[in-house]
């Protein structure tokens, strides 16, 4: 049994085109044997969302967790809550605000370089499933 490369769908033997996406099929180029062979996609605006909404408050590296950096997430996750632990602790005096607000700037720009991170990341993930069948990293 073969199965289209783009979309997954059971592809009849000998069909020129896929009956589920209309991909053209040329000599078996763009059929998989497995179905298992295929990741599913990954969503750039999810990956955003993930990075964006638990991000505000200080859950960082969600997005790049469910894109399959889970390395790099994790270690985002803990340096996310990290920042924010010592946002907070240096913000209860005065002279500590000279502190905090760095933290909090520094951890406002990562929020907004991983929310890009994580949606480039579920594209470059695609491009490379689309090419190879499997993930990039
Ligand atoms: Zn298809």
Redesign the pocket.
Known sequence: MMY?S????Q?APGSRF??????SIADGAGLHTQQGARLPRKDPAVAALLASLPGLFGLLGIGHIYVGQTGKGVAWLIAGIILVFLGFVFAITIIGLLIAIPIWIAGFIIWIVLIFGAHSAARKFNDAVQRTGQAPW
Do not use: D, E, L, Y
């Not at 896929?18 to 991909?23: F, M, N």
């Open positions: 289209c783009k979309c997954g769908a592809v896929c009956s589920g996406c209309g991909a």
